[in-house]
Protein backbone atom coordinates (compact mmCIF):
# COMPACT_ATOMS: atom_id res chain seq x y z
CA UNK A 1 0.00 0.00 0.00
CA UNK A 2 1.62 3.21 -0.93
CA UNK A 3 1.98 6.16 1.44
CA UNK A 4 0.97 8.73 -1.17
CA UNK A 5 -1.69 11.29 0.22
CA UNK A 6 -1.00 13.96 -1.87
CA UNK A 7 0.52 14.87 -5.61
CA UNK A 8 1.20 17.85 -7.64
CA UNK A 9 1.42 18.59 -11.46
CA UNK A 10 2.81 21.29 -12.93
CA UNK A 11 3.56 22.44 -16.57
CA UNK A 12 6.38 23.67 -17.57
CA UNK A 13 8.67 25.11 -20.83
CA UNK A 14 6.77 25.52 -24.39
CA UNK A 15 3.30 24.81 -23.84
CA UNK A 16 1.72 22.10 -26.37
CA UNK A 17 -1.88 20.86 -27.12
CA UNK A 18 -2.68 18.10 -25.19
CA UNK A 19 -1.20 19.54 -21.94
CA UNK A 20 -4.62 20.13 -20.10
CA UNK A 21 -5.92 16.47 -21.22
CA UNK A 22 -2.59 15.29 -19.38
CA UNK A 23 -3.32 17.72 -16.08
CA UNK A 24 -7.12 16.21 -16.36
CA UNK A 25 -5.75 12.70 -16.23
CA UNK A 26 -3.66 13.84 -13.38
CA UNK A 27 -6.13 14.78 -11.34
CA UNK A 28 -8.85 12.64 -12.35
CA UNK A 29 -6.57 9.68 -11.57
CA UNK A 30 -5.58 11.14 -8.28
CA UNK A 31 -9.47 11.23 -7.47
CA UNK A 32 -9.81 7.65 -8.77
CA UNK A 33 -7.24 6.29 -5.83
CA UNK A 34 -8.43 8.62 -3.47
CA UNK A 35 -5.81 10.94 -3.15
CA UNK A 36 -5.38 14.95 -3.07
CA UNK A 37 -4.15 16.59 -6.15
CA UNK A 38 -2.72 20.18 -6.40
CA UNK A 39 -1.62 22.35 -9.32
CA UNK A 40 1.16 24.26 -9.26
CA UNK A 41 0.72 26.87 -11.56
CA UNK A 42 3.12 28.66 -13.87
CA UNK A 43 5.94 25.82 -13.65
CA UNK A 44 8.49 25.57 -11.26
CA UNK A 45 7.87 29.04 -10.05
CA UNK A 46 4.78 28.00 -8.47
CA UNK A 47 6.62 25.90 -6.15
CA UNK A 48 8.81 28.80 -5.47
CA UNK A 49 6.00 30.92 -4.46
CA UNK A 50 3.62 28.74 -3.56
CA UNK A 51 1.24 29.69 -6.10
CA UNK A 52 -0.68 26.48 -5.91
CA UNK A 53 -4.38 25.49 -6.69
CA UNK A 54 -7.01 22.66 -5.36
CA UNK A 55 -7.35 20.07 -8.30
CA UNK A 56 -10.08 17.74 -7.78
CA UNK A 57 -11.97 15.70 -10.23
CA UNK A 58 -14.33 18.31 -11.39
CA UNK A 59 -11.96 21.55 -11.57
CA UNK A 60 -10.66 19.65 -14.90
CA UNK A 61 -14.42 19.46 -16.33
CA UNK A 62 -13.93 20.28 -19.64
CA UNK A 63 -10.29 21.08 -20.23
CA UNK A 64 -9.82 17.92 -22.34
CA UNK A 65 -10.60 19.69 -25.91
CA UNK A 66 -8.44 23.03 -25.03
CA UNK A 67 -5.44 23.96 -26.06
CA UNK A 68 -2.92 25.35 -23.78
CA UNK A 69 -2.61 24.55 -20.10
CA UNK A 70 -4.99 25.53 -17.42
CA UNK A 71 -1.97 25.85 -15.02
CA UNK A 72 -0.03 28.59 -17.15
CA UNK A 73 3.76 28.15 -18.02
CA UNK A 74 7.10 29.37 -17.51
CA UNK A 75 10.76 28.71 -17.71
CA UNK A 76 12.15 29.40 -14.10
CA UNK A 77 15.79 30.70 -13.72
CA UNK A 78 16.01 30.47 -10.22
CA UNK A 79 14.69 27.31 -9.94
CA UNK A 80 18.33 26.12 -11.26
CA UNK A 81 19.86 27.50 -8.47
CA UNK A 82 20.72 26.22 -4.91
CA UNK A 83 18.34 28.22 -3.13
CA UNK A 84 15.53 28.12 -5.34
CA UNK A 85 15.55 24.27 -5.70
CA UNK A 86 15.83 24.02 -1.77
CA UNK A 87 12.54 27.32 -1.84
CA UNK A 88 10.68 24.63 -4.38
CA UNK A 89 11.77 21.34 -1.62
CA UNK A 90 10.79 23.25 0.97
CA UNK A 91 7.31 24.25 -0.11
CA UNK A 92 6.49 20.30 -1.06
CA UNK A 93 7.32 19.27 2.42
CA UNK A 94 5.01 22.10 4.13
CA UNK A 95 1.97 21.06 1.65
CA UNK A 96 2.53 17.34 2.19
CA UNK A 97 3.18 16.59 -1.40
CA UNK A 98 4.40 13.69 -1.96
CA UNK A 99 4.99 13.38 -5.74
CA UNK A 100 4.75 15.65 -8.51
CA UNK A 101 3.85 15.27 -11.71
CA UNK A 102 5.97 17.22 -14.42
CA UNK A 103 4.63 17.91 -18.21
CA UNK A 104 6.57 19.31 -20.63
CA UNK A 105 10.37 18.80 -22.33
CA UNK A 106 13.79 17.66 -21.35
CA UNK A 107 14.53 21.40 -19.48
CA UNK A 108 11.07 20.81 -17.44
CA UNK A 109 12.62 16.88 -17.02
CA UNK A 110 15.92 18.39 -15.45
CA UNK A 111 14.00 19.84 -12.99
CA UNK A 112 12.44 17.25 -11.92
CA UNK A 113 15.33 14.98 -11.88
CA UNK A 114 16.80 18.01 -9.67
CA UNK A 115 13.54 18.46 -7.42
CA UNK A 116 14.33 14.40 -6.73
CA UNK A 117 17.78 14.60 -5.39
CA UNK A 118 15.85 16.69 -2.77
CA UNK A 119 13.92 13.86 -1.92
CA UNK A 120 10.47 15.16 -3.59
CA UNK A 121 9.69 12.24 -5.88
CA UNK A 122 8.82 13.31 -9.62
CA UNK A 123 7.41 11.62 -12.96
CA UNK A 124 8.29 13.21 -16.20
CA UNK A 125 4.97 13.14 -18.48
CA UNK A 126 6.80 14.25 -22.43
CA UNK A 127 5.03 17.27 -24.06
CA UNK A 128 6.24 18.88 -26.91
CA UNK A 129 5.41 19.86 -30.23
CA UNK A 130 9.06 19.48 -31.44
CA UNK A 131 9.09 15.61 -30.43
CA UNK A 132 12.23 15.87 -29.54
CA UNK A 133 12.33 14.04 -26.30
CA UNK A 134 14.64 11.02 -26.99
CA UNK A 135 13.60 8.17 -24.90
CA UNK A 136 9.80 8.30 -26.33
CA UNK A 137 8.45 7.98 -29.78
CA UNK A 138 6.02 9.86 -28.82
CA UNK A 139 5.56 13.48 -27.20
CA UNK A 140 1.79 15.16 -26.20
CA UNK A 141 1.16 18.01 -29.21
CA UNK A 142 3.08 16.59 -31.75
CA UNK A 143 0.37 15.26 -33.67
CA UNK A 144 -1.97 18.61 -33.25
CA UNK A 145 0.70 21.04 -34.54
CA UNK A 146 1.42 18.57 -37.47
CA UNK A 147 -2.55 19.11 -38.29
CA UNK A 148 -1.99 22.57 -37.48
CA UNK A 149 0.74 22.81 -39.99
CA UNK A 150 -0.55 20.50 -42.18
CA UNK A 151 -4.06 22.77 -42.59
CA UNK A 152 -1.68 26.13 -43.22
CA UNK A 153 0.17 24.43 -46.04
CA UNK A 154 -2.95 22.88 -47.79
CA UNK A 155 -4.83 26.79 -47.70
CA UNK A 156 -1.51 27.92 -49.01
CA UNK A 157 -0.99 25.42 -52.05
CA UNK A 158 -4.48 27.23 -53.05
CA UNK A 159 -2.99 30.39 -53.82
CA UNK A 160 -0.17 29.05 -54.72
CA UNK A 161 -1.65 27.08 -57.31
CA UNK A 162 -3.79 29.75 -59.16
CA UNK A 163 -0.44 32.13 -58.99
CA UNK A 164 1.94 29.39 -59.93
CA UNK A 165 4.51 30.58 -57.40
CA UNK A 166 6.97 29.02 -54.93
CA UNK A 167 5.50 28.49 -50.95
CA UNK A 168 8.36 28.27 -48.67
CA UNK A 169 7.03 27.26 -45.15
CA UNK A 170 9.09 27.83 -42.17
CA UNK A 171 7.66 25.25 -39.35
CA UNK A 172 9.06 24.95 -35.91
CA UNK A 173 10.78 22.09 -34.13
CA UNK A 174 13.61 24.15 -32.54
CA UNK A 175 16.69 21.99 -33.69
CA UNK A 176 14.78 18.86 -34.59
CA UNK A 177 13.53 18.35 -37.98
CA UNK A 178 10.22 15.80 -36.64
CA UNK A 179 7.69 18.36 -37.50
CA UNK A 180 9.27 19.34 -40.78
CA UNK A 181 9.44 15.46 -42.08
CA UNK A 182 5.86 15.06 -41.08
CA UNK A 183 4.10 18.00 -42.37
CA UNK A 184 6.59 17.86 -45.72
CA UNK A 185 5.68 14.48 -46.30
CA UNK A 186 1.78 14.70 -45.44
CA UNK A 187 1.38 17.97 -47.41
CA UNK A 188 3.13 16.53 -50.78
CA UNK A 189 6.09 18.73 -50.23
CA UNK A 190 9.22 19.52 -53.40
CA UNK A 191 11.23 19.44 -50.77
CA UNK A 192 11.95 18.96 -46.75
CA UNK A 193 15.04 20.84 -44.75
CA UNK A 194 15.92 19.44 -41.45
CA UNK A 195 18.72 20.19 -39.45
CA UNK A 196 19.88 16.70 -39.05
CA UNK A 197 20.73 16.15 -42.93
CA UNK A 198 22.61 18.40 -45.30
CA UNK A 199 20.98 18.79 -48.34
CA UNK A 200 22.61 19.80 -51.93
CA UNK A 201 20.43 22.78 -52.56
CA UNK A 202 21.45 22.75 -56.21
CA UNK A 203 20.31 19.49 -56.79
CA UNK A 204 17.39 18.51 -53.80
CA UNK A 205 15.49 22.04 -54.69
CA UNK A 206 16.74 24.11 -57.63
CA UNK A 207 16.74 21.13 -59.64
CA UNK A 208 13.82 20.10 -58.47
CA UNK A 209 11.95 22.47 -59.35
CA UNK A 210 13.49 22.93 -62.92
CA UNK A 211 12.39 19.32 -64.12
CA UNK A 212 9.07 19.83 -62.33
CA UNK A 213 8.30 23.50 -64.54
CA UNK A 214 9.50 20.78 -67.30
CA UNK A 215 6.91 18.54 -66.47
CA UNK A 216 4.34 21.28 -66.22
CA UNK A 217 3.95 21.87 -62.34
CA UNK A 218 2.03 24.28 -61.62
CA UNK A 219 3.44 25.50 -58.07
CA UNK A 220 5.87 24.22 -55.40
CA UNK A 221 6.23 23.61 -51.50
CA UNK A 222 9.17 23.93 -49.48
CA UNK A 223 9.09 22.67 -45.89
CA UNK A 224 11.92 24.23 -43.87
CA UNK A 225 12.71 23.27 -40.33
CA UNK A 226 13.18 26.58 -38.59
CA UNK A 227 16.33 24.69 -36.99
CA UNK A 228 17.75 24.89 -40.55
CA UNK A 229 18.29 28.87 -40.26
CA UNK A 230 16.96 31.27 -42.95
CA UNK A 231 13.94 30.19 -44.97
CA UNK A 232 13.69 33.92 -46.24
CA UNK A 233 16.91 33.40 -47.92
CA UNK A 234 16.07 29.35 -49.23
CA UNK A 235 12.85 31.34 -51.11
CA UNK A 236 15.16 34.04 -52.05
CA UNK A 237 17.43 31.84 -53.87
CA UNK A 238 14.71 29.81 -55.46
CA UNK A 239 13.77 33.11 -56.83
CA UNK A 240 16.90 34.15 -58.25
CA UNK A 241 17.84 30.92 -59.67
CA UNK A 242 14.74 29.23 -60.91
CA UNK A 243 12.71 32.58 -61.66
CA UNK A 244 9.81 31.36 -60.24
CA UNK A 245 8.12 33.90 -57.99
CA UNK A 246 8.69 32.56 -54.12
CA UNK A 247 6.57 33.71 -50.81
CA UNK A 248 7.77 33.12 -47.94
CA UNK A 249 5.38 31.52 -44.02
CA UNK A 250 6.27 31.04 -41.12
CA UNK A 251 4.00 29.21 -39.64
CA UNK A 252 5.05 30.49 -35.84
CA UNK A 253 3.39 29.86 -32.39
CA UNK A 254 0.15 29.06 -34.30
CA UNK A 255 1.30 25.59 -34.50
CA UNK A 256 1.51 25.45 -30.41
CA UNK A 257 -2.30 25.97 -30.10
CA UNK A 258 -6.01 24.85 -31.02
CA UNK A 259 -8.15 21.68 -29.77
CA UNK A 260 -5.93 18.84 -29.28
CA UNK A 261 -6.21 15.71 -31.88
CA UNK A 262 -8.10 12.92 -30.47
CA UNK A 263 -4.66 11.11 -30.42
CA UNK A 264 -3.02 13.98 -28.38
CA UNK A 265 -6.07 13.84 -25.76
CA UNK A 266 -5.92 9.71 -25.44
CA UNK A 267 -1.70 9.56 -25.45
CA UNK A 268 -2.13 12.69 -22.56
CA UNK A 269 -4.53 10.46 -21.20
CA UNK A 270 -3.14 7.32 -20.91
CA UNK A 271 0.53 9.06 -20.20
CA UNK A 272 -0.90 10.62 -17.70
CA UNK A 273 -2.47 8.24 -15.50
CA UNK A 274 0.67 5.53 -15.95
CA UNK A 275 2.56 8.93 -14.21
CA UNK A 276 -0.09 8.75 -11.29
CA UNK A 277 0.13 4.76 -10.85
CA UNK A 278 4.43 5.46 -11.41
CA UNK A 279 4.32 7.56 -8.50
CA UNK A 280 1.73 5.18 -6.59
CA UNK A 281 3.94 1.93 -7.18
CA UNK A 282 6.74 4.34 -4.92
CA UNK A 283 8.96 5.37 -8.02
CA UNK A 284 10.61 8.32 -8.68
CA UNK A 285 12.90 10.38 -10.88
CA UNK A 286 10.94 8.41 -13.93
CA UNK A 287 9.84 9.76 -17.22
CA UNK A 288 7.15 8.25 -18.91
CA UNK A 289 7.76 7.12 -22.26
CA UNK A 290 5.90 5.69 -25.27
CA UNK A 291 7.79 3.26 -27.53
CA UNK A 292 6.29 0.62 -29.84
CA UNK A 293 2.58 2.10 -29.01
CA UNK A 294 3.38 0.63 -25.58
CA UNK A 295 3.30 3.08 -22.51
CA UNK A 296 6.28 2.50 -20.13
CA UNK A 297 9.06 4.06 -18.03
CA UNK A 298 12.69 5.18 -17.52
CA UNK A 299 15.08 6.82 -15.52
CA UNK A 300 14.96 10.42 -16.01
CA UNK A 301 18.96 10.49 -16.02
CA UNK A 302 19.31 8.13 -18.30
CA UNK A 303 16.73 9.41 -20.46
CA UNK A 304 18.59 13.07 -20.75
CA UNK A 305 21.75 10.39 -22.17
CA UNK A 306 19.94 8.85 -25.13
CA UNK A 307 19.72 10.24 -28.91
CA UNK A 308 17.08 10.53 -30.92
CA UNK A 309 17.61 10.99 -34.74
CA UNK A 310 15.26 11.56 -37.67
CA UNK A 311 14.00 8.62 -38.94
CA UNK A 312 15.93 7.90 -42.40
CA UNK A 313 13.36 5.81 -44.01
CA UNK A 314 10.86 8.51 -43.83
CA UNK A 315 13.05 10.89 -45.25
CA UNK A 316 14.04 8.83 -47.64
CA UNK A 317 10.01 8.26 -48.50
CA UNK A 318 9.55 12.36 -48.42
CA UNK A 319 12.55 12.88 -51.19
CA UNK A 320 10.97 9.26 -53.08
CA UNK A 321 7.23 10.86 -53.19
CA UNK A 322 9.17 14.50 -54.92
CA UNK A 323 10.50 13.21 -58.45
O1 LIG B 1 9.74 23.78 -27.98
C1 LIG B 1 8.58 24.28 -28.57
C2 LIG B 1 8.90 25.51 -29.38
O2 LIG B 1 7.67 25.96 -29.94
C3 LIG B 1 9.94 25.33 -30.47
O3 LIG B 1 9.45 24.70 -31.61
C4 LIG B 1 10.37 26.76 -30.70
O4 LIG B 1 11.69 26.83 -31.17
C5 LIG B 1 10.27 27.37 -29.31
O5 LIG B 1 9.41 26.52 -28.55
C6 LIG B 1 9.74 28.77 -29.27
O6 LIG B 1 9.82 29.20 -27.96
P1 LIG B 1 9.09 30.51 -27.40
O7 LIG B 1 7.63 30.18 -27.24
O8 LIG B 1 9.76 30.78 -26.11
O9 LIG B 1 9.28 31.58 -28.44
Known sequence: MSN?????????????PGMN?????????????????????????GLING??????????????????????????PEFMTEDGLKKAASTCKYLGINGIVCIGGDGTFRGARDLASMGIPTIGVPATIDND???????????????????????LRDTMQSHERCSVVEVM????????????????????LVPEQEMNFEEDIIEKIRMGRINKRSHFIIIV???????????????EETGIDSRVTILGHIQRGGSPTARDRVMASRMGAYAVETLLAG??????????????DFDITEALNMHKDI???MYNISKMMAV
Not at 173 to 189: F, Q
Open 311 to 313: NQQ
Open 133 to 155: ISSTQYSIGFDTACNTALDAVDK
Open 173 to 192: GRHAGHLALYVGIACGATAV
Open 4 to 16: IKRIGVLTSGGDA
Open 21 to 45: AAVRAVARTAAYYNISCLGIRRGYN
Open 225 to 239: AEGVGNAIEVSRRIQ
Open 51 to 76: DIIDLDARSVNGIISRGGTMLYTARC
Open 283 to 296: KSNRVVCNVNSEIT
